[in-house]
Structures are given as structure tokens and as C-alpha cells.
């Protein structure tokens, strides 16, 4: 008595969850679903972060050659850089944030490269680094709050917008629209590539880390104004 109490609902929980089926299908087919369940999410990884590697490779060594393109200090502070808009992409990458730390540093370090260049009028290079990174980080904070009072969501983090900053006192004002045109190619195309990889459809509401994109955009414009426009 007490055996067939034990078995009834083993069997009655069996019969409702797979009626007339073979239990060895279905734990096969458990089986599978959970590991696509784990292969998807790995699969979405690979892509962002293996085009992170061979960014952080290609700006790791180009920072090398910034000792060539800018010599003495300006190179040194190119180099340096070049390393922190490598950590500013993976930070964005992984997490979808860019440290204030980081983009402190950058900010900080732009300035001491317009202090750098500009020498022989310190006060007035400065000055212009500022108005560049407030013009162009307003232009990006006004951008993010159209866009939130169009679509009633954000589409730009503040990380952006401070990124944007950074970016203004690093580069000169022809190079700034160069740098967002690259960052908003690369991060089309990064997108468009893994959707095509993982058979996916595109979506207008995805979300996309753009400072990995921008990060490095930045370092890029930085070395294009090294090597041709600078005496």
C-alpha cells in the first residue's frame, strides 16, 4: 500500500507533463533547448567583443607609432590616450557605462595637450580645448533630450555626453564631425554584421554601446590631426 502511494503521483506528474511521450525525447529535447538557451547569449558576446579585441590591438600598436606622428610629449600624451579610450570601450562594452574616472582622465589629459602644443599662448589653447568639449558635449546633451521628448525614451547615455567632451578638447573642430561619422559607421555596421551572424532582424529600438565605437573614433581623428594637420 504505502509503495503504490509512493508511485501513483510520480506517474499522474509524468502523464501531465508529457502525455503518450517517450521520456528519453524529451529530456533530449530539454537537453537542446538549454544549450541554445546558453549558446545565444555567448553568441551575442563574441561578436562585440572580438571587433573590442582587434580594436584594442589596432590602437594599442598605432599608439606606438603616435611617438612617431606627434614626437616628445604630445606623442607620450597620444599614447596615453589611446589606452584610455581603449578602457573607456571595454567598459561600455561590458557594462553599457563608461567610468567618470576614465573619462576624467581624458579630459584632464587633453587639456595638458593643448597646454602641450600651444605653448607659446598656454592660457588661450586651453581656452579653446574648453570651448570646444562644452560645445560639442551640449551639442550631444541637447541631442539626448530631443530625442527623449520625440521618442520617449533615451538614446544617448550621459556617458556619451561626457565622452562627447573629451572628445572636443581633444580634436580640432574639422576633425570632430569626422570622428562622429566614423563612430556612427562602425557602430551600423558592427550591428548590421552581428544580426546578419546570429540571423536575426534588425531592430529600430536597439541597443548599442556607442562608446565602444566612439572611444576609438576619438583616438583615430586625434592621429589623422597628428600626422597632417599639425606643424
Request: charged fraction near 15%; charge should be positive.
Amino acid at each position: 500500500m504505502s509503495c503504490t502511494r509512493h508511485l501513483q503521483p510520480a506517474q499522474s506528474g509524468f502523464a501531465v507533463r508529457s502525455e503518450g511521450a517517450h521520456p528519453a525525447k524529451d529530456l533530449s529535447g530539454a537537453v537542446g533547448e538549454a544549450e541554445r538557451g546558453m549558446a545565444e547569449p555567448i553568441s551575442r558576446k563574441l561578436i562585440p567583443y572580438a571587433a573590442l579585441i582587434a580594436l584594442a590591438g589596432g590602437v594599442a600598436i598605432a599608439s606606438l607609432v603616435s611617438l612617431v606622428a606627434a614626437p616628445g610629449i604630445p606623442g607620450l600624451f597620444g599614447a596615453a590616450l589611446g589606452l584610455l579610450m581603449i578602457a573607456i570601450a571595454a567598459a561600455d562594452a561590458r557594462s553599457y557605462r563608461i567610468p567618470d574616472r576614465l573619462t576624467l582622465a581624458a579630459f584632464l589629459l587633453g587639456l595638458a595637450d593643448a597646454a602641450a602644443t600651444g605653448f607659446d599662448n598656454c592660457p588661450d589653447a586651453i581656452t579653446i580645448a574648453l570651448i570646444r568639449g562644452f560645445v560639442l558635449a551640449f551639442a550631444f546633451f541637447a541631442l539626448r533630450d530631443i530625442y527623449r521628448r520625440l521618442r520617449h525614451r533615451q538614446g544617448l547615455g550621459l556617458g556619451d555626453v561626457k565622452l562627447a567632451g573629451v572628445a572636443g578638447v581633444w580634436l580640432d573642430w574639422a576633425l570632430i564631425p569626422a570622428a562622429i561619422e566614423i563612430a556612427a559607421l562602425l557602430a551600423i555596421v558592427a550591428y548590421c554584421g552581428s544580426q546578419l551572424v546570429l540571423r536575426r532582424p534588425l531592430e529600430a529600438a536597439a541597443k548599442l554601446p556607442f562608446g565602444l565605437f566612439f572611444a576609438p573614433a576619438i583616438w583615430f581623428c586625434w592621429f589623422i590631426g597628428a600626422l597632417w594637420l599639425r606643424d
